[in-house]
C-alpha cells in the first residue's frame, strides 16, 4: 500500500476508534494501542505536512488562545422550553396540543432526557463542522467554534453536504467534573460550583488547550433547519444525526400518550443517579413537524414542547451541630454543620437555617438526620427532618438571650422573627459592616480583607469604618506577617479610595433595604449627602421605587447616633464622598430592558456592572419580579436565577451578557 494511502487508512481507524470511545461509549482498542497509533499519525504528518487532512483527529488540537469571542446571530431563535412538574399537568399540556391542532390529527410523541449543560447551535455545512455558538439571549450569542472543535465526541467532518443547523448541550459527565475540582482545588483555584457550570466555563475561555484538555460531550438533539430538509418527525430527525454519527441520547424514546410519557419519566427518574451526567428532567417533543409548525411559539418557548422536570437531588445527613452567627446588621443566624455530603456536584458541609422559627416549624434538632436539597441547584438547605431516625438523644438549639460574640443581651422584634444582638461595638457586627464597607460594590478597598479587619478590631483601630482613614502605616506593621512593604501597600490602596462615589458610599453604609440599586437611585435622585441628610420621609417616598419601609429606614439611619459619629469623625479624616454630576438618559442595544444581576461577578462589582448596563441604556433592579426581562448570573447565583427561569425571563451568564453587549465601558 502506497504509504499516502496508508495515512488515510490511519486516519479513518483513529476517527472509527473516536466515534466508538466518545459516542457509543465502547472502546474499540486500548489505550496502549491508541496512542500508538496516534503517535504514528503525527509522525507521519510531521514527515508529509502535505498529506494532513482537515478532518485529521490531530487537528482537533486547541490553537492559539483568542483575545475575545466573537458575537453572532443565531440564524433559529434558540427558544426555551416551558416547565410542568407533575402528572396533572402533562394531561394538561397534552389536551392543550391536541386542542389546538386541527380535529382528528394524530398526534404522538418523543421523549428525551434534558440534560443540564450548556446549550449550543452548530452549523455544519459541506460536510465540515462550521461554527457553533452559545445561546445567549436566545437571537445572539458567543462564536465558541474554537473551543467546540476540539471536543470528539462531535464529527469534525459528516457525509451529509447540506447545510445543517444543530440545537446541542455540552456536559461534562460527572466523573470529568471530580477530575477537574480536584485539579482546581490542588491548584488553589476557585472549584466549579457543579457540572453545568464547569461546562460553561470551559465552553467560555478563551484558550482551546483547556477546553481540549476536559473531557466534554455534546449532544445533539434538534434540526433546526429540518423543514427545509424535508424532514417529517423528530424521530427522523434524530435517524439521521445518528447515522453521521453524532451523539444523541440513547434513552430517546417515541411515546404514543401520556401513559407511556409518565412510564418514561418514571424509568429515567430511576436511571439518574447512575447516569454519567447530569439531568433535571425529560424533555417531551410532539413528533410531528408540520404539527409543531401549526402550534408556533408563545413567548420564547414553544408550544408542542416541554420539560417535565424532576424534582431536586436530595441527600441524607446528619446534624453534628448547630452555632449561631452574627451578621453585621446584629441578626442571629442558626447554622447547621452537617457530616460532609456530596450532592449535585460538591460536598455540602453547612446550611442557613434562617431563624429559630423555621428551626422550631421544621423541629430541626441537634442529632437530627435530614434530608437536604440546593437551591437553585446551588444553596444547600434543609428540606425536612427524619424523625423515623431519631434515637432520643437530638436536642433543640434554645433561643439565645445573649449574643454568642459580645455576651449584650438580645431582642425581637414583635413584628419580626429576627433575634438581635443591639450592641453597635459587637465585633461581630462591626466585622460585618466592615467587611461590607470595604467590598467591591461600596468602596471597593484592595487587600483589605477579612483577617486584617479582625485584628485590626482586636487592637481597637476600628470603632467604625471611617477609623479606616486614619490608619497609619505602623499600624498595619503591627499586624501578623505584615513587613514594610505589605504594610505600605494596604495602608495606600485605603488611600488610592478617599474619594468615593455617592452610591457607593451610601452602599458601603449598609443602610437597612439599600442594596447597590437602591443607592444608585438615592444617589442619583439626591446628587449629595447632604441633600439626602437632609431629605423629609416625603421627600424619600417619592422617589421610585422606595416603599414606606425603605424610605423610613434611609431617614432613621441618617438621624441614628452611629451615622452622626460617623460624620464627625468623616470631617476630619481625608475620606470625601462626591457629589453627583448629571448623565444623559442613554439610547442602546439594552434600552427598554430591566435587567438583574445576581451572583458573584468575576469581572466587576455589581455597582460597576448596573454602571456598564445603565450606559448601554438598561434600567436595573435589585430584585426579580414579572417586569424583568433579563438575568444576568455569576458565580453562586441562588434564588433569583431559579425564580428568573420559572418566570421564563431570559437568562444569561456574565460572560454570555458581556459577550453580546460589549461597548458598556466608561
Ligand atoms: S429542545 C424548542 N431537548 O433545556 C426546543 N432542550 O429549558 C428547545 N435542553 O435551553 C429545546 N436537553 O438547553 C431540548 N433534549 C433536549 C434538551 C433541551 C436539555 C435544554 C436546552 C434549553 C433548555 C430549556
Known amino acids: ?128 463542522l462550521l461554527r457553533a455558538v452559545t445561546r445567549g439571549d436566545g437571537s445572539n450569542g458567543e462564536d465558541v467554534t474554537a473551543n467546540v472543535q476540539t471536543i470528539r465526541s462531535l464529527p469534525s467532518k459528516i457525509s451529509f453536504l447540506k447545510k445543517l443547523s444543530l440545537r446541542a ?9 471530580e477530575r477537574i475540582i480536584k485539579e482546581q482545588a490542588e491548584a488553589g483555584q476557585r472549584e466549579f460550583a457543579n457540572p453545568r457550570n464547569a461546562a460553561a466555563g470551559t465552553i467560555r475561555q478563551l484558550d482551546p488547550k483547556v477546553a481540549e484538555s476536559r473531557k466534554l460531550k455534546v449532544f445533539v438533539y434538534e434540526i433546526l433547519n429540518a ?23 440513547a434513552n430517546g424514546k417515541a411515546c404514543a400518550d401520556a401513559l407511556e410519557i409518565q412510564a418514561f419519566y418514571e424509568k429515567i427518574l430511576v436511571a439518574r443517579p447512575d447516569l454519567a451526567y447530569d439531568i433535571d428532567g425529560i424533555v417531551i417533543k410532539l413528533q410531528d413537524l408540520a404539527s409543531q409548525e401549526l402550534l408556533g411559539i408563545t413567548g420564547k418557548a414553544p408550544r408542542w414542547a416541554c420539560a417535565y422536570k424532576y424534582p431536586p437531588l436530595q441527600a441524607k445527613t446528619k446534624i453534628a451541630n448547630i452555632f449561631v452567627q452574627v451578621g453585621r446588621t446584629g441578626v442571629l443566624t442558626p447554622v447547621a454543620e452537617f457530616e460532609p455530603v456530596f450532592l449535585a456536584g460538591s460536598t455540602v458541609r453547612f446550611a442557613s437555617l434562617h431563624n429559630w422559627e423555621e428551626m422550631r416549624e421544621k423541629d430541626i434538632r441537634i442529632g437530627d438526620f435530614v434530608l437536604i436539597e440546593k437551591a437553585g441547584d446551588i444553596i444547600p438547605q434543609v428540606v425536612r427532618v427524619l424523625p423515623e431516625m431519631r434515637h432520643g438523644g437530638e436536642t433543640l438549639l434554645p433561643i439565645p438571650h445573649q449574643c454568642p460574640v459580645c455576651a449584650s443581651p438580645v431582642s425581637q422584634n414583635d413584628s419580626e422573627v429576627a433575634i438581635r444582638c443591639n450592641n453597635l461595638s459587637c465585633h461581630s457586627r462591626l466585622l460585618g459592616n466592615l467587611k461590607h464597607f470595604v467590598s467591591r460594590d461600596a468602596l471597593d478597598i484592595a487587600g483589605i480583607g477579612e483577617s486584617v479587619l479582625t485584628q485590626l478590631l482586636e487592637m481597637g483601630k476600628l470603632k467604625t469604618p471611617i477609623d479606616l482613614f486614619f490608619l497609619s502605616v505602623d499600624d ?30 451610601l452602599y458601603g453604609l449598609g443602610i437597612p433595604h439599600v442594596g447597590v440599586t437602591v443607592a444608585r437611585v438615592l444617589a442619583r435622585h439626591f446628587k449629595s449627602l447632604k441633600m439626602l441628610e437632609m431629605a423629609e420621609i416625603e421627600a424619600l417616598t417619592e422617589v421610585s421605587g422606595l416603599g414606606n419601609v425603605m424610605a423610613e429606614a434611609v431617614y432613621d439611619f441618617f438621624r441614628s447616633p452611629l451615622y452622626l459619629e460617623m460624620e464627625d469623625q468623616r470631617a476630619k479624616s481625608s475620606l470625601e464622598v462626591l457629589d453627583v454630576v448629571e448623565t444623559q438618559k442613554v439610547d442602546g442595544p439594552l434600552s427598554g430592558q430591566i435587567l438583574c444581576f445576581t451572583g458573584t461577578l468575576s469581572r466587576m462589582g455589581r455597582a ?59
Request: hydrophobic fraction near 35%; glycine fraction near 6%; proline fraction near 3%.
Open 1 to 128: 500500500m502506497a504509504q499516502q494511502e496508508y495515512y488515510q487508512k490511519l486516519v479513518e481507524q483513529i476517527k472509527d476508534w473516536d466515534y466508538y470511545y466518545h459516542v457509543l461509549d465502547n472502546p474499540k482498542v486500548s489505550d496502549a494501542d491508541y496512542d500508538r497509533a496516534y503517535q504514528e499519525l503525527l509522525k507521519l504528518e510531521k514527515e508529509h505536512p502535505d498529506w494532513v487532512v482537515v478532518d485529521s483527529p490531530t487537528q482537533r488540537v486547541g490553537g492559539e488562545p483568542l483575545k475575545q469571542f466573537f458575537k453572532a446571530k443565531h440564524e433559529f431563535p434558540l427558544l426555551s422550553l416551558n416547565n410542568i412538574y407533575n402528572e396533572g399537568e402533562l394531561h394538561d399540556f397534552i389536551d392543550r396540543v391536541s386542542r389546538n391542532l386541527p380535529a382528528g390529527k394524530q398526534v404522538s410523541w418523543f421523549c428525551e432526557t434534558k440534560f443540564d449543560g450548556l446549550s449550543l447551535a452548530i452549523t455544519y455545512e459541506g460536510g465540515r
Open 169 to 177: 448541550e455540552a456536559l461534562i459527565p460527572r466523573l470529568e467534573f
Open 227 to 249: 423543514k427545509e430538509l424535508d424532514i417529517k418527525t423528530h424521530e427522523e430527525a434524530i435517524e439521521l444525526l445518528k447515522r453521521e454519527k453524532f451523539l444523541t441520547d
Open 476 to 505: 498595619f506593621l503591627a499586624l501578623k506577617e505584615t513587613r514594610e512593604k505589605l504594610a505600605t501597600k494596604l495602608f495606600l490602596s485605603i488611600k488610592a479610595r478617599q474619594k468615593v462615589e455617592l452610591s457607593r458610599y
Open 608 to 666: 460597576q456592572a448596573s454602571e456598564y448596563a445603565a450606559r448601554l441604556g438598561a434600567q436595573t433592579t435589585d430584585s426579580v419580579t414579572k417586569q424583568t426581562t433579563m438575568l444576568v448570573y455569576g458565580e453562586k447565583a441562588g434564588s433569583k436565577l431559579a425564580k428568573a427561569e420559572k418566570l421564563g425571563i431570559s437568562v444569561l451568564s456574565e460572560e454570555e451578557f458581556f459577550g453580546t453587549y460589549p461597548g458598556g465601558m466608561n
